[in-house]
């Protein structure tokens, strides 16, 4: 190993001394540089986080050590409505969406529901739609006062006040839960395809029916997995940006995420309350992260595939079968058809009314036409591009580096250096960029308010995604092939260009896949780094709502969605391919 990445140097022939030196190759200074760029993405915006929530003065600004600002942030009698509201909104939307996704994980893995091989088209379908462009969409159903489902109900049945009102936390929880299904329902439905039925068939051998089956046999053995999956979803809740902002705020329901926004747009904004309530949302996403590994990593106590074969037997579901596809078809209409359809509508209208034959003789893309003018679109539409794509890059290419010393190497501290690239996973958006603003504000390194501060926030964020995606996709290369390269005088560079990238580009391509369309719709950490000049699309969306300009809105959104739509899908055909061949 230490030939491998020291080049040996002969001594002078013309000179009176005969000792050799070794020098450092090329290949070893890219691997202490990826080491150390690791440890300064992670651990400087921690560090700063934590130094600044003990400043009383400003960012940049010298000042003594105090605690002032945990005492402030805890003896705020604010803050328990905040944590109330905010472990409410967070186990509430988990539990509905584990409700969604595990009735149907269960009729696609163990029903002869017709179409129920539709639930995996939805999940891809409903992730192309991003969670602010949702919760607007809801917002026009379901708005008291203009929203198309109130005001159909009122003109239909002379209701003399809206019967639904999006502004409440059951509003929050409905919204937010339904954009948690589609990822717990793929880690539930993998779950389920794997477990072998064989207990579930000898209890319905006994005469056990279907829900006692469940509730005694599938969910207990369903535990590790139901178990991460709400896991992960309350983590996800507790971090969320857009359905607490764009409901949350005007309904005075606030959650920890919302709280950090509004205290940083306050005039003067309090950055040491800021920080101390962000060391408390991350120490909470943390602790639900340590939960999340012990129960990933001890779900062998719920083995149920073993050597012998196992085939499993679908559940005959008699006439009820096709109350299956109705279940899935009802998903459906309201996490895509329903929110697309009133997008649509929005942005065909010079202003939002209830559909009638005048609102249809008014119907055009104007507002299309209009949204492309506003100042800033085209703009952001290139930002947005160029950060999804470089930030793509660097990220998958950062993690390759990663994964070869944390898999191939024995280097020490390669451990070490894996749990560095995961941490970020525990770090909710809005936490990292309160902490990316700490950083630069302090650092004589002028890129606060440009596009490179958001290039190193999205880079630091989906670096955890990118790593285990790497790590599967190294692990299943065998180090005979690099061997062999090496034994052919082939340098590690050589041998990683030539030899991994060929066979790891499917895996390549589907991380690439999976940050540039989380990149494109990321707010929640752009939403305190950026400016004028590094605005983004999903920025965009959300200065056009609180303007109140709908139709332009609605256009923006559809033009974003069907970008996504069009990227999701040709990349996934891509990389069938790659991996295929």
């Known amino acids: 190993m230490a030939r ?57 600004v010298p000042g003594p050590l105090t605690l002032d600002n945990f005492i402030n942030a805890y003896l705020d009698p604010t803050l328990y409505p905040l944590v109330a509201n905010s472990f409410l909104y967070a186990t509430g939307s988990t539990v509905f969406a584990f409700f969604i996704a595990f009735t149907m994980a269960w009729l696609v893995e163990r029903t002869n529901a017709p179409l129920r091989d539709l639930a995996y088209v939805i999940a891809i379908v409903s992730t192309i739609i991003p969670g602010m462009i949702a919760s607007i969409a809801w917002l026009m159903l379901l708005h008291p006062r203009i929203g198309l489902v109130n005001r159909a ?33 793929l880690l539930l439905a993998g779950a389920l395809r794997s477990m072998d039925p064989s207990l579930e068939e000898s209890a319905a051998t006994c005469g056990s029916g279907i829900s006692a089956t469940l509730r005694r046999i599938t969910l207990p053995l369903m535990l590790p997995a139901s178990a991460a999956a709400m896991i992960y979803s309350f983590i996800n809740a507790v971090e969320a940006f857009e359905v607490p902002a764009l409901i949350g705020i005007p309904a005075r329901i606030y959650v920890f995420s919302t709280k950090i926004y509004l205290v940083m747009h306050q005039s003067p904004p309090d950055d040491g309350l800021s920080a101390a309530l962000g060391m408390t949302v991350l120490m909470i996403a943390v602790v639900g992260t340590v939960f999340y590994q012990r129960v990933v990593t001890r779900g062998e106590r719920y083995v149920t595939v073993t050597g012998k074969g196992y085939r499993p037997r679908a559940i005959d579901l008699g006439k009820g079968r096709y109350l299956g596809t109705v279940f899935l078809f009802t998903f459906l209409f309201l996490d895509v058809i329903l929110p697309m359809l009133v997008l649509v509508w929005a942005s065909l209208l010079p202003y939002y009314q209830v559909p009638s034959m005048r609102a249809f003789r008014s119907l055009s893309l104007a507002s299309y036409v209009n949204a492309l003018k506003y100042p800033g679109v085209l703009q952001s539409a290139q930002n947005s591009l160029l950060l999804s794509v470089v930030g793509g890059c660097i990220t998958m290419f950062l993690a390759a580096i990663i994964s070869w010393i944390v898999v191939r190497s024995k280097v020490p501290g390669r451990r070490l250096l894996d749990f560095l690239a995961f941490t970020p996973i525990a770090v909710p958006g809005i936490v990292m960029g309160l902490a990316l603003m700490f950083v630069y504000l302090n650092l004589p390194i002028p890129i606060y308010g440009t596009i490179w501060i958001l290039l190193i926030a999205f880079v630091t964020k989906y670096m955890p995604w990118a790593t285990r995606n790497t790590n599967a996709g190294l692990l299943q290369i065998h180090k005979e092939l690099e061997e062999a390269s090496e034994v052919s005088g082939a340098s590690w560079w050589q041998t990683f260009r030539r030899v991994l990238v060929p066979l790891l580009v499917a895996t390549f391509a589907s991380g690439f896949l999976y940050i540039f369309s989380h990149i494109m719709r990321e707010i929640s950490t752009a939403i305190l780094l950026y400016s004028p000049k590094s605005n983004l699309l999903s920025i965009i969306i959300w200065e056009l709502w609180q303007a109140g300009t709908i139709a332009e809105v609605g256009a923006v959104s559809v033009m974003l969605v069907l970008l996504l739509g069009v990227v999701t899908f040709i990349g996934r055909k891509y990389v069938g391919r790659l991996s295929v061949s």
């Open 4 to 60: 491998y990445f020291l080049e040996i140097v002969p001594a002078n022939p013309n000179s009176n001394a005969s000792v050799t030196y070794r020098r450092p190759r090329s290949d070893t200074v890219l691997l202490i540089f990826t080491a150390a760029l690791v440890v300064y993405l992670v651990l400087t915006p921690l560090g700063m986080l934590i130094w600044n929530s003990f400043k009383a003065t400003p960012p940049g």
């Open 153 to 185: 109900l009122i003109n239909i049945f002379g209701f003399s006040e809206p019967p639904f009102n999006i502004y409440t936390m059951t509003g929050m929880i409905f919204i937010g839960g339904l954009r948690h299904v589609p990822i717990m329902f």
